[in-house]
């Protein structure tokens, strides 16, 4: 129920009994009946008195009332009563001032084991509470301080001095948030010394600290920002001593912050560069709205010179000047490439005049510049090729700046153009160059830079080389194909000449070299069909070879096959003629002697490269392998038959290897 409520009830009932005690009093008195006194015929006096008392009654409750109302407002505890001087050296401070609920500053009453006694308004607002009797619950002890902030530092802090002033740490609000105060407090002790209580004040300045932090967080960048710049940042006093220097000019210059700091920056300038530079920091003083761009030599620590650039700006305050400022670029480097530069314009205009090969800047249409090797390949002046417009060389060609075109695009770097065309000379002669051009960029404007070559001559020469090859290469290929006609005609007189041979031996023996013949023939007609006269495609020549072979052992390759793995290899004819002598001779006597007549059988023939570029030839059969005598490999080099020999003369003639088991073959061809 509402206080003001309880309030009313309370006064009706006081009246109710003021008017019954009137009754009363008339029965004792007056000897009135008590409901005739009590409802009916009160007399004057008697409602006088009745109301008298109900409005004395009214006032005490009315008293008691804001009494009570007064110490809830102020935060007070409901305590048992105690002797008054006792109450007043525990509820009362000296001087205490009286509390409006408008406040601004938080007081607080607090005891040291962390009970909150009382809290005005404004501290309660602070802290999030809805009010002081929900705040009270809080035992500061527990919870109420920020961890880093702990209350044991505040009570050291009391309990050593008996009272701090402006200590400024972290509270925790009702939600958790921190709350950063500014407090002023003291210790309240009884007559013992012993503490009763702390009291004191609290001002909020969790805006100033967050100000303060957004500050120092533009401070630090700002900081950061200036020793991270690239070029030396620095500020000076009216008198020209550092204020603030980064980290940019400390290397520059080779000293630190420290010693840089409250020194005159005139102490570091060059002897040669100090009055000029002194005079127009003088001068700033008379004409502050002048921006000077100065550039000067310093002394490093170490004692090296370095080359600097600057545009020192005034700061003014009231229309006086309060700093200078300056950001330093150091140039050193830039004035070494300007050295090195026009020494390197030196050297590559002792270049472009005497050069042999002609240079010129191109640009829409017009000649920029051009050496004197450009007038002697043209025929023209300098001044006439750099009035002239570039058309005039030109050789008319509809299709000339197409293929030039397509030329370009082709190219695998598309900023540098390499071609060749051709130029009219002054005297009608017609040219032939060769140009390597790149865009360049001077002044802002793109041009070309290209260099020519005057390959007239050169061309001459290499299509009258090229006519000679080609007389050549025709001669060769009419000599590989008369040479072929006569192996063929050769074995042809070979095989007319079997025809009457009834006697096997023999008959094998023309067979044989008939087939060694046709070997030598066909790498005469491969090399004359081939566009490359000087090497043969292994491949195709090795499968010509087997087919050729089994035909030629018609009775016994229908129940025989082969099987050919060659790499992608070319060799020269001093190579290849050995090597396919050799597989003639090693699938020949596998066929003849590894199998049956009507056996079926498998030869197996395979040249392959391995990564040390030896080649290696394999020919196998799945036969009855070879006889006692030519088990080992002494066997086959002693052989005296007229296969083996010229197997091994091969291998010799070809530096190779000739191995038993699987017959290997290598070669370095």
Request: glycine fraction near 6%; charge should be neutral.
């Amino acid at each position: 129920m509402k206080p003001r409520l309880r309030l009313i009830i309370l006064i009706l009932a006081l009246g109710l009994a003021a008017w019954t005690a009137g009754a009363a009093a008339s029965l004792l008195l007056e000897g009135k009946p008590f409901a005739r006194a009590l409802l009916f015929e009160p007399s004057g006096l008697e409602v006088f008195y009745r109301l008298a008392l109900w409005a004395a009654l009214s006032a005490l409750a009315w008293g008691v009332f804001k009494e009570k109302k007064g110490a809830e407002g102020r935060g007070e505890r409901a305590t048992p009563a105690k002797p008054a001087s006792e109450k007043a050296d525990a509820a009362r401070l000296p001087d205490e001032p009286e509390v409006s609920d408008y406040s601004l500053i938080g007081l607080y009453r607090t005891t040291p084991d962390g009970r909150i006694l009382a809290a005005n308004p404004a501290l309660v607002r602070m802290l999030g509470f809805r009010s002081f009797r929900e705040l009270s619950r809080r035992n500061l002890e527990k919870k109420g301080y920020e961890p880093q902030e702990p209350r044991a530092r505040f009570k050291e802090l009391l309990e050593r001095e008996g009272a701090v002033r402006g200590l400024e740490s972290v509270w925790l609000k009702r939600d958790g948030t921190p709350l950063y105060v500014r407090e002023s407090a003291r210790a309240v002790r009884d007559d013992c010394g012993q503490t009763l209580y702390y009291e004191g004040t609290v001002e909020d300045i969790s805006d100033r600290k967050r100000v303060e932090e957004e500050l120092k967080q533009k401070e630090l960048r700002y900081k950061g920002l200036v020793d991270s710049a690239g070029v030396g940042i620095a500020t000076t006093d009216v008198l020209g001593r550092f204020t603030l220097v980064n980290a940019k000019l400390c290397e520059m210059l080779g000293y630190t912050a420290d010693e840089l700091l409250g020194t005159p920056f005139a102490r570091y300038l060059h002897p040669d560069d100090k009055r000029l530079i002194l005079k127009i920091f003088r001068d700033a003083w008379k004409y502050p709205d002048k921006k000077p761009r100065l550039e000067f030599r310093a002394i490093r620590k170490d004692g090296r010179t370095v080359h600097c650039f600057s545009c020192p700006t005034l700061t003014l305050f009231e229309d006086k000047i309060i700093r200078f400022s300056a950001i330093i670029v150091d140039i050193t480097e830039m004035k070494t490439a300007l050295e090195a530069l026009r020494a390197s314009e030196e050297r590559y205009r002792t270049f472009t005049e005497e050069a042999q090969v002609g240079v010129y800047i191109y640009s829409e249409g017009r000649f920029l510049f051009v050496n004197p090797a450009m007038e002697r390949i043209t025929g023209y002046s300098k001044e006439e090729l750099l009035d002239m417009d570039t058309k005039r060389l030109e050789v008319p060609d509809e299709h000339k700046t197409d293929e030039i075109r397509e030329e370009i695009r082709q190219q695998e770097d598309p900023s540098v153009h390499h071609y060749t065309m051709h130029l009219v000379r002054k005297d009608g002669e017609v040219a032939f160059l060769e140009f390597k051009t790149h865009p360049i960029i001077i002044e802002g404007s793109k041009v070309t830079l290209g260099n020519c070559m005057d390959l007239t001559e050169t061309k001459r020469s290499s299509e009258r080389l090229k006519e000679v090859i080609s007389e050549k290469e025709l001669l060769l290929r009419e000599i590989h194909h008369r040479i072929k006609n006569n192996l063929q005609i050769i074995s042809s007189l070979l095989y007319l000449g079997s025809q009457d041979i009834t006697e096997p031996r023999a008959a094998a023996a023309f067979r044989e070299s008939q087939n060694r013949i046709k070997i030598m023939a066909h790498i005469h007609e491969l090399l004359y069909r081939s566009k490359d006269t000087n090497s043969i495609y292994m491949p195709v020549y090795l499968a010509d070879i087997a087919s050729s072979i089994f035909s030629s052992y018609a009775t016994f390759t229908n129940t025989v096959e082969y099987e050919l793995s060659v790499d992608e290899i070319h060799l020269g004819i001093d190579s290849a003629i050995p090597l396919g002598l050799c597989v003639n001779e090693l699938v020949s006597n596998a066929i003849e002697h590894a199998f049956d007549r009507g056996e079926r059988g498998l030869v197996i023939i395979s040249l392959a490269k391995g990564p040390d570029g030896r080649l290696t030839m394999r020919v196998a059969d799945n036969g009855r392998g070879l006889p006692e005598r030519l088990a080992s490999g002494a066997g086959v080099r002693e052989s005296k038959t007229l296969g083996l020999s010229l197997v091994n003369m091969m291998v010799e003639q070809l530096a190779g290897e000739l191995k038993l088991g699987c017959l290997l073959y290598t070669s370095d061809a």
